[in-house]
């Protein structure tokens, strides 16, 4: 009978995040390909394969060809269960991001071989480094010409702050890329541009072996050769230790979309990851071994199945292990719950599970329950911290265009922000509804998903604001005082904060000189 620590050493739980374009969401195909999830891998962008890709499922997704959602998806593979969060790349997304790497493990970092590191990359790499997270870059986009891969090491190294070291090597690169070495296992993979087959593997027994000569041709060879007594000069051995802290990255090279460099991304990634780790909760640190359940919601998800409206709040389990019908506590409103038909994810196939261990995430039927952060356990009153949501940048005036749906809209509304995508404001002075965003993008998703899932139509009007934050005061004078002289300004969050609209960075500073009792937050966690 496998034990509790048993299933916890087996699991891995870990997101894929880049830059938008980089080859995410065709890496993740790759590895559910590798698990068995699925077996025809449908080129994204293919007009041959109908079929999108696993996990863009959202009806703007495959109109847009980005993921907005993240997706969970769970397979096994040999003796390890691994679940993936495929994150959003698009920035105006990035909140979704940040809440999602609360409830990985470790991170793998896709980066495009010609574009190199960019800018999105590395606000998620600072959220990686704020939690010691353990992570893996794939240089992507081996067959396409692009940079010589010192140079990218170097770039990786400043960009992100991080040390590097290779674990698989190129030969060539674009038109001329005949294969990969790999570094950690000592075996030669050469390349055949397709999209079904995986590659052939040269046995060899070092890398001094005549039979690369023959597979790449003597110059190439040589040219491999020199490189990595340059890796081996210039890079510190590959230690274990180090990549769990989070001090260094291991480097591995391919071709998603050709399904070439990903099988040993994969084979390495299981062998050094980490499993389940403690996560910290605001009373004590919590350990996975531990018996009595207990798990924190980091996503909302409204109408997983247009056919029937649910919301499904997504639970990471963090100690012991979860069971269908067993009763638990919900911290916040201190209700004891059971939950009679909770999920795994295979993208969007759902299946109805009956336990869960820590690392694995856990879909559970949301009428209105759950909040984002919420915390279940056995019975003890825990909080997971760490779910922040950020002061919005751009805010808009949302205005029905037709009164016989506004039931409709109200509930639209409140879904969708219970899924925290934006952020809700009521005015206080003219009553009217403001909606508050990271990005541009997200103003579109929401008037189109209130369209084609609550058939409300709305139109936004444009509204000035430089930053919502939210405020409080020790002294009760002191805030009555603010909010009158303010009261133009004054706002309230669903959760009846005080909320002040500031219109510019001056109004903004000149309300902080001259009202000192009053402390302003940007981000929700105070």
Not at 4 to 16: G, K, S, V
Not at 56 to 71: F, L, Y
Not at 150 to 173: M, Q, T
Not at 422 to 449: C, D, H, P, S
Request: charge should be negative; aromatic fraction near 10%.
């Amino acid at each position: 009978m496998a034990t509790l620590i048993d299933e916890i050493n087996r699991r891995r739980t870990f997101a894929i995040i880049s830059h938008p374009d980089a080859g995410k969401t065709t890496l993740t195909e790759k590895l559910l390909l590798f698990g068995g999830a699925i077996h025809v891998a449908g080129a994204v962008k293919s007009n041959k394969i109908k079929k999108t890709a696993t996990s863009d499922w959202m009806e703007i997704e495959k109109q847009r060809g980005i993921s907005v959602a993240t997706s969970v998806m769970g397979f096994n593979y040999g003796d390890y269960k691994i679940n993936i969060l495929d994150t959003p790349g698009h920035q105006d997304f990035a909140e979704d991001t940040y809440r999602t790497l609360t409830a990985v493990d470790s991170v793998i970092i896709v980066v495009d071989v010609a574009k190199g590191v960019e800018q999105q990359t590395r606000k998620l790499m600072e959220v990686c480094r704020m939690r010691n997270t353990p992570v893996i870059i794939f240089v992507n986009k081996l067959d396409r010409e692009g940079r010589d891969p010192f140079e990218i090491l170097d770039e990786l190294e400043a960009e992100l702050k991080i040390s590097v070291r290779p674990l698989s090597w190129p030969i060539n690169i674009g038109a001329k890329f005949k294969g990969v070495y790999n570094i950690y296992e000592n075996s030669l993979d050469l390349f055949t541009p397709s999209k079904t087959q995986v590659t052939e593997r040269v046995e060899i027994e070092s890398v001094d072996d005549p039979r690369i000569d023959e597979a790449v041709g003597e110059k190439d060879a040589a040219k491999l050769r020199e490189d990595l007594e340059l890796i081996e000069g210039v890079y510190p051995e590959f230690d274990e230790k180090e990549y769990l802290a989070g001090k260094v990255a291991p480097v591995f090279f391919g071709s998603a979309l050709n399904t070439f460099g990903v099988k040993e991304l994969l084979d390495c990634f299981v062998k050094i990851a980490p499993a389940p780790r403690a996560v910290m909760a605001e009373e004590r640190e919590v350990n996975p071994q531990e018996e009595p359940f207990s798990g924190f919601v980091f996503k909302i998800h409204a109408n997983m199945d247009p056919n029937h409206r649910s919301c499904i709040a997504f639970v990471k389990v963090c100690s012991g292990k979860f069971e269908r019908n067993a009763n638990y506590k919900h911290v916040r409103s201190g209700k004891m719950m059971r939950f009679a038909a909770p999920t795994a994810f295979m993208a969007q196939k759902k299946s109805i599970v009956d336990e869960a261990y820590p690392g694995d995430i856990v879909g559970i039927p949301d009428t209105g329950n759950f909040k984002i952060g919420d915390t279940l356990s056995s019975g003890e009153n825990l909080h997971y911290k760490g779910l922040p949501s950020f002061s919005p940048e751009m805010f808009k005036y949302i205005e029905n265009t037709d009164p016989m749906k506004s039931k409709q809209l109200e509930k639209g509304i409140q879904q969708l922000m219970d899924e925290g995508v934006a952020q809700l404001f009521t005015n206080q002075f003219n009553g009217r509804k403001i909606i508050g965003t990271v990005g541009q993008l997200q103003f579109e998703v929401i008037q189109y998903r209130l369209l084609h899932e609550y058939g409300a139509t709305v139109r936004w009007e444009p509204i000035s604001l430089y930053k919502a934050c939210w405020i409080e005061s020790d002294d009760a004078d002191a805030l009555e005082a603010f909010k009158k002289r303010k009261h133009q300004f004054m706002a309230i969050d669903r959760d009846g904060r005080d909320v002040f609209l500031a219109d510019s960075n001056y109004v903004l500073q000149m309300a902080q000189n001259d009202f000192p009792k009053i402390r302003f937050h940007f981000t929700s966690e105070f």
